[in-house]
């Protein structure tokens, strides 16, 4: 850990830990009741539920805390995010001077039930808009019967296959750029889990969050798919590992998003440190029209006081 980053006191990565617990348990329970949902809306929900939460100042320390968020995803670039859907970045300030930058870099996936198909959005739906949901004029199935659907550890991540070139753009770009990039794997409250669609109206929500949204290394991700036949996606099970956490037995699954962000990326244990404002990397990844990113969520710590 940087000299830096070790004066960021217990108290604000508490805070981090707990607002990120938030919008992983919004996002988490939005899958148990919504088992079709595309990857693009989950990270919309998290990403408003980050934004929503407002600066916090930590009086006895001196120290404000600030997350916000920049959607740069469009239609016209919808093929360009191959790399991360979204760029945590910690930027570390004392009295509003930049001090340093860290980024950590995820790439969103979502865990498909068995019963219920997702359809993943494409370049037709990005280039229709609006139409696509408003304009649906052949029969659909009705949601006016339930079905029941359901994930456990057999279930995969549809979108992550044995084959897709993302998985060599991404080993590429870590090569070229020495960023790490890693994955975001969008899963319900609990596993096994088993629900109705539609959910009854008035229903009761998990009483807590077991599984929700994990985070792996893109290496360990991409040595499982490595294994698989082209078109195979992984399952859940396959991708369990290690224990990556000694503090959470089912961090077989992953980090959870809250305890990657506050104890893995701003304890300086992941995520790549920029101390020079002008490196060529962190510019391109800002700048660069081809930026390999769709959204950033940037947590500014300001330290006061004392130098």
């Not at 968020?69 to 191959?82: A, I, Q, T």
Request: hydrophobic fraction near 45%; charged fraction near 20%.
């Amino acid at each position: 850990m940087t000299l830096a980053f070790a004066n960021i006191p217990a108290v604000v990565i508490d805070y981090v830990r707990v607002t990120f617990a938030a919008a992983n348990d919004k996002v988490s329970r939005t899958m148990d009741v919504h088992p079709s949902m595309h990857e693009e809306s989950l990270d919309h929900i998290l990403i408003q539920e980050l934004t929503a939460a407002p600066p916090a100042f930590f009086a006895n320390e001196q120290i404000g805390v600030a997350i916000e968020s920049h959607w740069l995803g469009g239609r016209w670039m919808w093929h360009r995010w191959e790399i991360a859907d979204i760029a945590i970045f910690i930027i570390l300030r004392r009295r509003g001077h930049l001090q340093v930058r860290k980024v950590a870099l995820l790439q969103t996936k979502r865990l498909y039930s068995q019963e219920i198909p997702v359809a993943e959005l494409d370049e037709a739906e990005y280039r229709i808009g609006i139409g696509r949901i408003a304009d649906r004029t052949d029969p659909l199935r009705p949601l006016s019967a339930q079905r029941r659907f359901g994930f456990d550890g057999a279930s995969v991540y549809g979108a992550l296959r044995a084959g897709n070139h993302q998985i060599a753009a991404i080993e590429e770009y870590f090569d070229a750029r020495h960023i790490p990039v890693f994955y975001g794997l969008y899963n319900p409250t609990s596993i096994p889990f088993s629900a109705m669609y539609p959910a009854p109206a008035g229903g009761s929500l998990a009483s807590t969050n077991q599984i929700g949204c994990r985070v792996l290394p893109s290496d360990l991700v991409h040595g499982v798919v490595a294994q698989l036949s082209d078109g195979q996606a992984p399952t859940l099970d396959s991708l369990s590992a290690r224990q990556i956490d000694p503090n959470d037995p089912l961090s077989i699954y992953g980090w959870r998003l809250e305890h990657f962000v506050a104890d893995e990326v701003l304890k300086c244990r992941q995520g790549r440190l920029f101390e020079d404002a002008d490196d060529e990397n962190l510019r391109r990844l800002l700048y660069a029209r081809s930026a390999p990113i769709q959204a950033a969520i940037t947590i500014t710590v300001d330290i006061g006081g004392e130098s």
